[in-house]
């Protein structure tokens, strides 16, 4: 965790224009959905990073992490140059156990007017244990439906660039989704990241699509983990040497 607060210190006083975002960029705001407050953002209709400053904000838009390291990430990111005017906004909770569903997005859009969709991944329920063990199954999940749904509409509300971005589940969920969506909103599409999220090639109607769509698909994978491997060919996925476990 600290490599990621290190990479915020380092680039606090670089703006989005100065230097465009890149797959470090996309897994902190991969990360940091795991921790946003939805219900609290969609009574504001937004939020900035900034606001996250004190106690207040802290409380109002996030789901206040208890590990110190969550906490320090969460304060850097609202006193860095970089990134304490990102907007955060449309958050979306869908949560269905008799489809054993449970689906989070959120958009953020860059100073730069570059957008970026995340999708939360799973957390300790047994729902969403239940829900994982679906990803086995030759079928896009129905969290990637509803993703397909959210991406259609929160791209339907401007024509800015979009970059998508998952951990976990939710790298499993932006890989298969934005393969889903329509052209008129493909195009849009940037470059897809998944951080350690498991493969969609053990599905049939996805693995056609891989080679179909014009944006970049990136994947990368811990060394020390195995879940991001699974239905994935080797030569599809970049490892990272990491000296820590879990998310760190």
Partial sequence: MSTLVEYLVRTKDQTFEEMMFNEVDGLILAYVASFLHYTNINKHGSSIFSALKDENGMQQFTSRPAHPNNQKLLKTLSQSKRYCEVEIFYPLEVIKPKEKEKFRAITYQLPNAMRVVAFKGSDSSLLSWEENSQILLKRPLPAVLSAVDYLKETMALS???????????????????????????????????????????HIEELNELTEKVDFEQHKFIPNESFIGALFEEPENYQVVESTVNGLD
């Fill in 159 to 201: 024509d800015n660039a979009y970059y998508i971005v998952g951990y976990s589940k939710g790298g499993h969920i932006a890989s298969a989704a934005s393969l889903l969506i329509p052209d008129t909103v493909s195009k849009q599409v940037q470059a897809v990241y998944s951080y350690d999220g498991p493969g969609i090639s």
